[in-house]
């Protein structure tokens, strides 16, 4: 049944293009690097949206909007940040039949156009914090392209916040990390190693920048979202100057931050399977699908329909408006709409057929597992939440287990590299090394500083320099 999706050990680039293709989450545009994303893509997205926008915020974030067009002097005014930033860069040199006099930059992020008019909106210490986010797509030209993962064009979010302190600045660069790790760790079962980069992974402009790394099901590493503690580099390039309680002049510290359309990548390779997708209850658009299956269309039309139709609209006042939908395509055989449920990744499946209904009684199967069971009309209410809080939390711990798994230490290079000539995975090593010592490591193994985590604090011997005192980081190939 699975013919149409490449087997994940054999081929794990065209598995993860089939899932999405059979899933129907997104196409290839027109335009080179780009994506459509198809409304089943779109209605994950909302999903995953809604659950950051909500504890955005829960924390005091308003959402505002920002242009698209950037003019160029503004990238320029900030000089590490258009050098990380030009390459990717794609720029508008006429419009309305004419040559403009300053080319405009397609944003690849909003730093530059937000501090330009923070530094209008900001004259004291009162104007301060700002704390705003906004939905938007960015640009970013991409070589090459990957669906969800590296596209010219994503959608995305980014909030950008101005301070009077630094130590407001800091406190809110971690805590939007918080509470990124939080929604991907609880709500997308994405188990997350959440830390400080390194000075090779920093974002231009950045003084310091964090990251949630997660494992993907190829042992890679996906850097899933960021935030930044900007210092005051973009305030003094912008002169976001304010009056402080003392009647002093000072720059505003600010911080960015931000997650993609990439965590749709990030959930497609973490749980998926050779069948096709597999979606977390918590984020599921789709939560559970009810299937009456009968030759008989009397049977369907009297029986099993309302039966069907009924509990939809019991579980839909509990696990929310649209969670539960009934499969009413009777043009295709049981089989192609059992299969085409489980390759949309739809985490419960409640079945009705003439021997169910004479027992009153589903029969369920469990898309993370396969495993199929009786629940009784009567107790459908009950168990089915129940049921998708454990495909809930089986996934996330199934996604924890394959990463501890797949976790290496290193005390030296030899058995770095030697790990890396192998499966890969996350290797643990001491690190006290700089921008040229990760290049050189890179260009040897592949593997780069995905991040130094935060909970791990512990010091010892760099494993490539040798020097004493090296935090602990982890180092893997990524996307």
């Not at 939390?393 to 790990?419: C, M, P, S, V």
């Amino acid at each position: 049944m699975a013919r149409n999706i490449a087997s994940r050990e054999k081929d794990y680039s065209q598995w993860y293009l089939d899932v999405i293709k059979a899933a129907e989450l997104a196409d290839y545009a027109p335009v080179r690097g780009c994506m459509i994303i198809r409304p089943d893509g779109y209605a994950l997205w909302e999903s995953i949206q809604k659950h950051f926008d909500e504890a955005f915020k829960d924390t005091g974030h308003v959402n505002a909007y920002f242009p698209l067009l950037i003019p160029i002097s503004f990238l320029e005014k900030e000089a590490e940040h258009v050098e990380g930033f030009a390459p990717e860069c794609a720029v508008v040199t006429h419009a309305g039949g004419e040559e403009l006099e300053e080319p405009l930059v397609i944003r690849p992020t909003s730093e530059t156009v937000i501090g330009h008019m923070y530094s209008k909106w900001v004259q004291s210490w009162r104007d301060l914090p700002i704390l705003i986010n906004q939905w938007c797509n960015v640009m970013r030209w991409e070589k090459r392209s990957r669906l969800f993962l590296r596209t010219s064009e994503f959608l995305w979010q980014e909030g950008h916040t101005a301070h009077a302190t630094r130590e407001e600045a800091v406190e809110e660069t971690l805590k939007m990390l918080d509470i990124y790790r939080d929604i991907m760790e609880n709500i997308l079962a994405l188990p997350v190693l959440a830390g400080e980069k390194s000075e090779g992974e920093r974002f231009p402009g950045a003084d310091n920048t964090y990251a949630c790394e997660t494992m993907m099901s190829d042992r890679k590493a996906l850097q899933a979202g960021t935030s930044h503690f900007l210092g005051q580099n973009f305030a003094k390039a912008f002169d976001i100057s304010f009056q402080n309680r003392d009647g002093e002049l000072e720059h505003a510290w600010t911080t960015s931050w931000g997650v993609s359309t990439r965590l749709i990548g990030a959930i497609v390779m973490t749980h998926s399977d050779d069948d096709g997708l597999v979606i977390p209850p918590r984020v599921a658009p789709v939560k559970v699908v009810v299937l009456p299956i009968s030759p008989d269309r009397d049977l369907v039309d009297s029986k099993l329909m309302p039966k069907s139709s009924e509990i939809a609209e019991t579980l839909n006042a509990i696990l929310g408006k649209r969670s539960v939908k009934v499969d009413t395509r009777f043009h295709m055989r049981p089989g192609d709409r059992f299969f085409a449920n489980i390759q949309k990744g739809i985490p419960l499946r409640l079945e009705l057929g003439e021997k169910e209904y004479q027992r009153e009684v589903f029969q369920a199967v469990r898309r993370d597992n396969g495993e199929r069971f009786d629940i009784p009309w009567d107790q459908a209410a009950v168990k089915v939440p129940e049921i998708l809080e454990d495909i809930q939390h089986n996934l996330y711990n199934r996604a924890l287990e394959f990463r501890k798994q797949n976790t290496f230490k290193a005390g030296n290079f030899e058995e770095f590299k030697d790990i890396f000539a192998g499966k890969g995975g996350f290797v643990e090593a001491f690190f006290a090394g700089g921008k040229e010592e990760e290049k050189l490591i890179k260009e040897e193994t592949g593997a780069t500083v995905r991040c130094f985590p935060l909970e791990r604090e512990e010091t010892g011997t760099c494993f490539f320099t040798g020097k004493p005192g090296a935090k602990l980081a982890v180092f893997a190939k990524s996307y």
